[in-house]
Nanobody, 117 residues
Framework: VQLVESGGGLVQPGGSLRLSCATS????????MNWYHQAPGKERELVAT????????NYADSVKGRFTVSRDNTKNTVYLQMNSLKPEDTAVYYC???????????WGQGTQVTVSA
């Protein structure tokens, strides 16, 4: 199981970024996919979940209306479109899937998002 995030960077408040998570080693279309973030000194938090078909999603209250999770099951990739970014969105963003072969989490290496003027 491999998860590889990309798309992070430095952006001004109010700006946008699109994160991607390319996956391999499992049947991507069968699993819900998650995005988490972890700010310095804080615990990792669930940001968004994409269901298997991609027709529905769940979001943390802090990002509702600003972030959109989507997936392309033909490319085994999940995305996180982040709009109206705020300084408090600054964190490392991780792609996650649970329970592919074992009852545990699988993580990517993370991608840094910094929102600053």
């Amino acid at each position: 199981v491999q998860l590889v995030e990309s798309g992070g960077g430095l952006v001004q408040p109010g700006g946008s970024l699109r994160l991607s998570c390319a996956t391999s080693g499992f049947d991507f279309s069968r699993y819900p996919m998650n995005w988490y973030h972890q700010a310095p000194g804080k615990e990792r938090e669930l940001v968004a979940t994409s269901t298997t078909g991609g027709r529905s999603a769940n979001y943390a209250d802090s990002v509702k209306g600003r972030f959109t999770v989507s997936r392309d099951n033909t490319k085994n990739t999940v995305y996180l479109q982040m709009n109206s970014l705020k300084p408090e969105d600054t964190a490392v963003y991780y792609c996650n899937v649970w329970g592919v072969r074992e009852s545990r989490d699988y993580w990517g290496q993370g991608t840094q998002v910094t929102v600053s003027a």
